[in-house]
């Protein structure tokens, strides 16, 4: 069974109070601020937090579209979840498909319905939206850490 | 600009260099209550989200293991609902105080712990309540003289 994730912060009911007070924070800017938040490249941000996050973008059109889609296609086997920042909407909003373990960079929605055809319905990856991999799963556990040296006082 | 980003702050991994996923082993997805959207009773998950960031800090495990925020939608479950991917295992009813177990037999072990398993898992991917009546509203959507002439009709 495949698991979709949607990123969708600020989309919704559930993010008033957080637009709300975004909105405000952005009108009160300066306009050179304000272009500055919203273009420029995005590996110039080195933290991934630049411009809007994906659920004022596409994120929301995103998750209703697959939701009527799959719906009207009659696809039980897919669970589709809204999830919150992955800290990753500066280089577009982020569709993670697990347990493939494969991160989809989305700028436009046509990208998103490609993902869907070829993906999520046709089981093959869309190689050129990649953005990042996960390991496959290894079926052991994560080797634990060394133990810290303590520090000669 | 102050942070507007407060809540996603308490992860680690605002600045994610593509090294980092190298050694990702699992990626958890915690369910918030999420009210519409959601169905389950997420009650709790506040306190399980920060023992399992706070017992992951601890052991040192955050660049393997990497904690976020979803709805499950799983209606009717006895929350809180998370999944470990990419494994696919999918819990729910762990409490604060079970995080422990949980990371010693899971995450280090590599076996899921049986007695927290979701057993009923739903894979439907049925449309909520709110984007199924914005459809109906929009499937139905009548003209104005089309909307007059109801009305006439209805008299």
């Known amino acids: 069974m495949r698991h979709v994730f949607v990123c969708t912060t600020e989309y919704g009911d559930h993010w008033t109070k957080t637009i709300a007070k975004k909105a405000a924070q952005v009108a009160a800017m300066n306009p050179e601020d304000r272009a500055k938040l919203l273009s420029g490249p995005a590996e110039e941000h080195a933290d991934g937090h630049r411009g809007l996050h994906c659920g004022l973008t596409l994120g929301g059109g995103i998750y209703e579209m697959y939701q009527h889609r799959l719906q009207a296609a009659g696809i039980s086997?897919?669970?589709?979840?809204?999830?919150?920042?992955?800290?990753?909407?500066?280089?577009g909003c982020v569709v993670m498909i697990y347990p493939d373990g494969i991160w989809y960079r989305i700028r436009e929605m046509a990208d998103a319905e490609k993902v869907l055809e070829q993906h999520i319905i046709g089981g093959k990856p869309v190689k050129e939206l990649i953005h990042r991999t996960v390991n496959p799963p290894t079926g052991k556990g994560v080797q634990a850490p060394p133990a810290r040296q303590p520090v000669a006082s | 600009m102050a942070n507007d980003h407060e809540h996603c702050v308490a992860q680690a991994w605002e600045d994610?260099?593509?090294?980092?996923?190298?050694?990702?082993?699992?990626?958890?997805?915690?369910?918030?209550?999420?009210?519409?959207?959601?169905?389950?009773?997420a009650n709790g998950n506040g306190a399980l989200s920060g023992a399992l960031r706070?017992?992951?800090?601890?052991?040192?495990?955050?660049?393997?293991?990497?904690?976020?925020?979803?709805?499950?939608?799983?209606?009717?479950t006895a929350g809180p609902v998370f999944v470990v991917h990419p494994d696919g295992v999918w819990y729910s009813g762990m409490r604060a105080e079970d995080v422990p177990a949980f990371i010693e037999e899971h995450v280090l072990g590599g076996k899921p712990v049986e007695r927290f398993l979701l057993r009923d898992l739903k894979p439907v991917t049925a449309v909520p309540a709110h984007i199924a009546e914005a459809a109906d509203c929009c499937?139905?959507?009548?003209?104005?003289?089309?909307q007059v002439a109801a009305l006439a009709a209805g008299r």
């Open chain 2, 139 to 146: 499937a139905e959507k009548l003209t104005p003289e089309q």
């Open chain 2, 54 to 76: 706070q017992e992951l800090a601890r052991r040192r495990l955050m660049a393997s293991v990497k904690v976020n925020v979803m709805q499950c939608r799983q209606p009717g």
């Open chain 2, 16 to 41: 994610t260099p593509p090294k980092v996923l190298d050694k990702l082993r699992f990626h958890i997805f915690l369910c918030t209550d999420g009210k519409d959207f959601c169905g389950c009773e």
């Open chain 1, 77 to 91: 086997d897919v669970v589709v979840s809204p999830n919150a920042c992955i800290a990753q909407h500066a280089y």
